[in-house]
């Protein structure tokens, strides 16, 4: 066997660590498959990147194993394996089935006994083995001829693991890694160990003595009397740990080497679960051998044009402009193409760039084109003087509004939603990550033309679905004419001064070495305080504060474990702050920095109109509206953000607590609305109602633990979540939410009706018809169903006031031409609408900006808008 290599995978592991890294996705039939998804997509890798001769998938039996027999609480410390992954297990072995590839379980044993008993045989007729795994349990195996891959975060990210890299790693041998298991135990199997010993009190202690037994046998010699102590009174839980952390590789099992050879996939059963499952994706990845898949990629005849004349550009098209690069504002286009009822045409760039004819057809209105991702296509055209007009339909926009759950929305996954199935996958096409390049002319043209085609195709089917969902108002009337007004603010940007910028990372940079400073002489010594190692020794070694959690690398040191310390001793708010303070350097100094524009010196962030549920908006490269405003220090990055004109000002108006607003509505709760008629401070109002006070006698306190009851009822909050925000017990936290629900019954009301209805229904709509479907609304496990009832009370609250701010940000770019003002919208950030304007135009903005965004839509309260200006963004507040 010696030409052999054999590939024995740890499924349970495997499948757990899919299920965990990808969203809980399910197929059109409701099934979760995020598991399989990701289980097959490590195992396609493997076969692909290994090419293994023999193979083997090994599984857990059950929770009973002969080590319960040596510690009954053994692995007692986990949670229940999720219902929603269970589910995904049978189909898991059903892939693999397809696959031919053998898999197999063992009464009373796990699937690491399995894996390395079969380890060991190889390893004795010196045949290479990789184990694939996502648990560190198994490194105890690697040899001269056995490599462990770890799945890291994610499913595809994989950490080698040979001898030398351990030794590199632990200062260990793989035999040394039961020991270390011995001496510091393992908190995901419930393996005690010796309480206080962590991994690096393990690999100090394994350096001098060699092994567990050894150091026991030494314990005299350990530095460190309180060690010592530790070590002699834990002696025979150490062992028991390490009997424990021992993989049996002398497992009985009734398989051989010869048994796991790898066969042929069965295709035709590997194609029927992936069409089950809806693993389109996958599915493109296997067809090109397959007889069947290709037999759906009908030819498509087309036109490479050398020269464009008018008679080509008909009233009404399809339009592709293609571009491959995510940041479409700097990035090339690769090529045209243009599908209508007579003609299929590619065009080259640099011909449709050079072409009068054709910019005059962009450009006319009356030229109706159809489109996926309009604004993409609109602001790529605009950094080359094009002014894309007259777009009548956005497949993309179509796609996200009738499936705000699905994260696959490009050109082919939403035409095969549709049947039209005549289209690779862009990364089939253009390959993926460094191997990503445009292929020759006749492969991009015929791609291209696919996906005009696919557009014009599936158009009617998709306008018949908004209809058939009561959309299309939605559709037309708001997403589609506020994905050219998201194009317009993206090119126009927003200015920085750069100087201003590069000041305040020189003034963070001293405020953080002056709390370095204080760190290291709390500590009594330097150390790297963002090594989690080096700070978990200093906190729970050195400085005896005692350890939250672990995790398998030794202490936890994160934000939430920091903050449970935070009164045990000054330096964790000091941590604290440092690390916000670096965020603040590295996320939004440095990276504002990396992401002006060369030539404009502005940032021309990207918004996302097609990716939440709730309809709101997001931005990124860069993130604009997540600067952390609440720390002082983030508050005044918006300093660098200032007008690109002489003589004009930052111009902000946000809307005053328009999610209460939408929920009286809703709700018609008669105290609410009449609080919000009478322009009454709301949580002065609840605070008066929940704790029986008059207003004279509302302290700040009372307002305080009001407004979060008043936010928190928005959110579908619990007794537990209320209590830990306002720092209360949770019968106490009950009691306001019982009392919030006594004065305002209609809030009560609603709430229980939206829940039936979703129910009913498997969505909630908002006010302007936008939907959220909540396939988990009758989930058999409590948390999962509970989190589906919590979102269709937020969902209508949250999504409606989304969609009024988008009709405001409509009504206000029509209202600017109409006045014929120079003031530009450039930002939208949740509640808020950010402007420049030219001093000069300030006195009528105020009167106008108001007026607009009050009346975007009417409801049985008024909306109401504060406004502010002055020279930077941080004035306008």
């Not at 040596?70 to 898991?92: M, V």
């Not at 898999?103 to 796990?110: S, T």
């Not at 890694?177 to 394994?206: C, Q, Y």
């Not at 005053?656 to 009454?680: P, T, Y």
Request: charged letters at 30%; aromatic letters at 8%; one cysteine or more.
């Amino acid at each position: 066997m010696s030409n052999q290599k054999i590939v024995l995978i740890d499924g349970n592991s495997i499948a757990y660590r899919a299920f965990f890294a990808l969203p809980l996705l399910n197929n059109d039939k409701g099934v979760y498959t995020n598991a399989v998804y990701g289980f097959t997509m490590i195992l396609m890798k493997v076969l692909e990147e290994e090419n293994p001769t023999h193979i083997l998938v090994a599984f857990d039996a059950g929770k009973t194993t002969f080590r319960h027999q040596t510690f009954s609480e053994y692995k007692g410390g986990r949670e229940k394996t999720p219902l929603e992954l269970s589910e995904q297990l049978p189909f898991i072995r059903e892939v693999l089935d397809a696959f031919n590839i053998p898999r197999y379980e063992l009464e009373q044993y796990e699937a690491d006994d399995i894996i390395g008993t079969l380890a060991k045989q190889a390893e004795k007729e010196k045949v290479e083995v990789k184990i694939i795994t996502g648990d560190k349990d198994l490194l105890q195996l690697v040899s001269d001829y056995v490599t462990v891959l770890h799945t890291k975060k994610g499913i595809t990210d994989v950490e080698v693991y040979d001898v030398e890299k351990i030794k590199e790693k632990y200062q260990l041998t793989p035999k040394q890694i039961i020991d270390m298991k011995g001496l510091m135990g393992d908190s995901s199997d419930n393996i005690p160990g010796v309480p206080g010993v962590g991994e690096k009190t393990a690999i100090k202690l394994l350096t001098q003595f060699g092994t567990l037994e050894n150091t026991l046998d030494s314990v005299h010699e350990v530095s460190g009397k309180k060690l010592q102590e530790k070590l002699i009174e834990h002696k025979e839980q150490a062992l028991m740990s390490k009997q424990l952390a021992t993989i049996h590789c002398d497992a009985p099992i009734d398989i051989t080497l010869q048994d796991i050879n790898r066969k042929e996939m069965n295709k035709e059963n590997v194609i029927k679960i992936f069409k089950e499952l809806g693993f389109t994706s996958l599915l493109e990845r296997i067809g090109d051998a397959d007889e069947t898949s290709q037999a759906e990629f009908a030819e498509i005849e087309y036109k490479i044009v050398d020269e464009l004349s008018e008679a080509l550009l008909l009233d009404e098209a399809a339009l592709v402009v293609e571009i491959i690069d995510e940041n479409y504002h700097e990035a090339d286009i690769v090529g045209f193409s243009i599908v209508n009822k007579k003609e299929k045409l590619y065009i080259p760039t640099e011909i449709a760039l050079q072409s009068a004819i054709f910019k005059n057809w962009l450009e006319d209105e009356s030229k109706k084109k159809i489109v996926f991702d309009a604004k993409q296509a609109m602001t790529a055209l605009k950094w080359r003087g094009i002014s894309l007009k007259g777009v009548e339909f956005d497949l993309l926009i179509a796609s996200y509004l009738l499936n705000p759950s699905e994260t696959a929305h490009e050109i082919t996954d939403v035409a095969k939603r549709y049947g039209y199935m005549n289209i690779h996958a862009d990364e089939v096409v253009y390959g993926k990550g460094a191997k990503r390049k445009v292929p020759s002319q006749d492969e991009l043209a015929d791609h291209l033309v696919r996906k005009a085609d696919a557009i014009f195709q599936v158009k009617d089917q998709a306008i018949k679905h908004l209809k058939d969902n009561n959309q299309y108002d939605l559709f037309r009337n708001l997403e589609l004419p506020l994905s050219f007004i998201l194009s317009e603010m993206e090119y126009t940007g927003v200015m920085v001064d750069i100087n201003r910028l590069e000041k305040m990372g020189q003034e963070l940079d001293v405020q953080l070495k002056e709390i370095e400073e204080k760190i290291y002489e709390l500590a009594g010594e330097p150390f790297n305080i963002n090594s989690p190692k080096q700070l978990g020794a200093i906190l729970f070694e050195k400085l005896q504060l005692p350890p939250v959690k672990k995790t398998k690398t030794g202490y936890s040191t994160s934000a939430d474990v920091l903050e449970k310390l935070a009164d045990m001793h000054e330096m964790i708010p000091l941590l604290l702050h440092y690390r916000q303070l670096g965020k603040l350097k590295s996320t939004y100094i440095e990276g504002l920095l990396k992401v002006v524009h060369r030539d404009t010196s502005k940032i021309h962030t990207r918004f996302n109109q097609a990716l939440t549920q709730t309809g709101r908006l997001s931005s990124t490269e860069p993130n604009l509206q997540n600067i952390p405003i609440r720390m002082e220090e983030g508050r005044k990055i918006r300093q660098a953000f200032i007008p690109s004109e002489e003589d004009w000002v930052i111009f902000a108006a946000d809307y005053s607590q328009i999610e209460l607003r939408v929920l009286a509505h809703i709700a018609k709760d008669e105290k609410l609305i009449e609080a919000f008629r009478e322009g009454k401070d709301i949580h002065t109002k609840t605070a008066m109602d929940v704790f029986h006070v008059d207003e004279k006698d509302v302290t700040p306190n009372m307002r305080r633990q009001a407004k979060a009851v008043n936010f928190g009822i928005i959110y579908g909050i619990s007794d537990f979540g209320l209590s830990q925000n306002l720092g209360i017990t949770r019968k106490e936290a009950a009691k306001f939410i019982e009392q919030y629900f006594k004065s305002f019954p209609g809030v009560k009301k609603y709430m229980d009706e939206i829940v039936l209805k979703a129910k009913e229904n498997g969505y909630v709509t908002t006010l302007l018809n936008r939907r959220r479907y909540l396939p988990d609304i009758t989930s058999r496990n409590f948390n999962v169903r509970s989190f589906a009832e919590r979102t269709a009370m937020n969902t209508p609250i949250q999504g409606s006031a989304a969609d009024i701010i988008k009709k405001a940000m409509i009504d206000m770019v029509e209202r600017l031409k109409k006045e014929n003002l120079k003031t530009r919208l450039l930002l939208q950030v949740h509640d808020e609408l950010i402007f420049e304007a030219p001093k000069s135009e300030i006195e009528k903005l105020t009167k106008i900006v108001p007026e607009v965004m009050e009346n975007a839509i009417q409801l049985d309260v008024p909306l109401k808008v504060d406004y502010s200006y002055g020279p930077t963004w941080f004035d306008a507040k």
